[in-house]
Nanobody
Framework: QVHLVESGGGLAQAGGSLRLSCAAS????????MGWYRQAPGKQREVVAG???????NYADSVKGRFTISRDNAKNTVYLQMNNLKPEDTAVYYC????????????WGQGTQVTVSS
């Protein structure tokens, strides 16, 4: 079992920045992938970014160049730096844990709200 706790959501103005954090605990494999999905009201949950324990990353086209995912393996923590935020980034952001990039998540965090005002 892996437990994920997110923090860092909140309200930002368009063009502003926020940083999300997600700390994992429990039965964590040394080789894994962690990342972020988001779900806006009335929409399906979508991939935002992912990072493998080896450092490989992937991003949704909609956030490339604006968001940066990183991780601290010693702390089992993943971060999402969000710059140049847009109102369409408004959503609940969910941290996830998987065994590899592009594999279905096995565990989810509780979600953190990000709201971007225009």
């Amino acid at each position: 079992q892996v437990h994920l706790v997110e923090s860092g959501g909140g309200l930002a103005q368009a063009g502003g920045s926020l940083r999300l954090s997600c700390a994992a605990s429990g039965s964590i494999f040394s080789i894994n992938a962690m990342g972020w999905y988001r779900q806006a009201p009335g929409k399906q949950r979508e991939v935002v970014a992912g990072i493998h324990s080896g450092g490989t990353t992937n991003y949704a086209d909609s956030v490339k160049g604006r968001f940066t995912i990183s991780r601290d393996n010693a702390k089992n923590t993943v971060y999402l730096q969000m710059n140049n935020l847009k109102p369409e980034d408004t959503a609940v952001y969910y941290c996830n844990y998987a065994l590899a990039l592009n594999r279905p998540p096995l565990y989810w965090g509780q979600g953190t709200q990000v709201t971007v005002s225009s």
